[in-house]
T-cell receptor, first 119, second 113 residues
Framework: GAVVSQHPSRVICKSGTSVKIECRSLDFQATTMFWYRQFPKQSLMLMATSNEGSKATYEQGVEKDKFLINHASLTLSTLTVTSAHPEDSSFYIC???????????????FGEGSWLTVV | KQEVTQIPAALSVPEGENLVLNCSFTDSAIYNLQWFRQDPGKGLTSLLL?????REQTSGRLNASLDKSSGRSTLYIAASQPGDSATYLC????????????FGDGTTLTVKP
């Protein structure tokens, strides 16, 4: 079964409003989560690294004031798209790093993604 | 810059045919490689995950191989069915990026009945 849950899977919002997408690790603690965005007919691109208890690290070109990331607990990271515009309509997906042992590093699990439509 | 390339971008085959999708990556210091399926307007479904120490993984009609030295992975689909029609993405996670993944652009597969 899924070990990373993303909600909502699909959301429609009006221009100018804000919308929040949640990413939860279901049975493990994730100190690090990642947010990606898929542009039409393009690959998924990393937006930011979400670190529990500290500020997110954004990739170049990603507006941190528009895409607010909060990682307040070890099992939950949220992405809030503020003052949404139609061009923000996209597929957003998160992944979470699960520690698998001192010598084996992390295993990365992906959520199923969220489709955002801004009208 | 770490790049992931998938060839072909699109593939159309008749039902029942065996096929191979390709994924190549520029940096061989990978942590793992994962194949996903994405249906139009849907989310990602994880198909197979290959750790860097592994050479292949199998699940039903799917077999994924990994050759780090040549920077390549293949996804083999046996006896294709119309229900296999989807976009297939490969994602590479690198040791140096602490869990960040780089995705290929995907191969859109159409299996004709």
């Amino acid at each position: 079964g899924a070990v990373v849950s993303q909600h909502p899977s699909r959301v429609i919002c009006k221009s100018g409003t804000s919308v929040k997408i949640e990413c939860r690790s279901l049975d493990f603690q994730a100190t690090t989560m990642f947010w990606y965005r898929q542009f039409p007919k393009q690959s998924l691109m990393l937006m930011a690294t979400s670190n529990e208890g500290s500020k997110a690290t954004y990739e170049q070109g990603v507006e941190k004031d528009k895409f607010l990331i909060n990682h307040a607990s070890l099992t939950l990271s949220t992405l809030t798209v503020t003052s949404a515009h139609p061009e923000d309509s996209s597929f957003y997906i998160c992944s979470a790093a699960r520690a698998t042992g001192p010598s084996s590093g992390n295993t990365i699990y992906f959520g199923e993604g969220s489709w955002l439509t801004v009208v | 810059k770490q790049e992931v390339t998938q060839i072909p971008a699109a593939l159309s085959v008749p039902e029942g045919e065996n096929l191979v999708l390709n994924c190549s990556f520029t940096d061989s210091a990978i942590y793992n490689l994962q194949w996903f399926r994405q249906d139009p307007g849907k989310g990602l479904t994880s198909l197979l995950l290959i750790q860097s120490s592994q050479r292949e993984q199998t699940s039903g009609r799917l077999n994924a191989s990994l050759d780090k030295s040549s920077g390549r992975s293949t996804l083999y689909i046996a006896a294709s069915q119309p229900g296999d029609s989807a976009t297939y993405l490969c994602a590479v996670t690198y040791n140096t990026n602490a869990g960040k993944s780089t995705f290929g652009d995907g191969t859109t597969l159409t299996v004709k009945p």
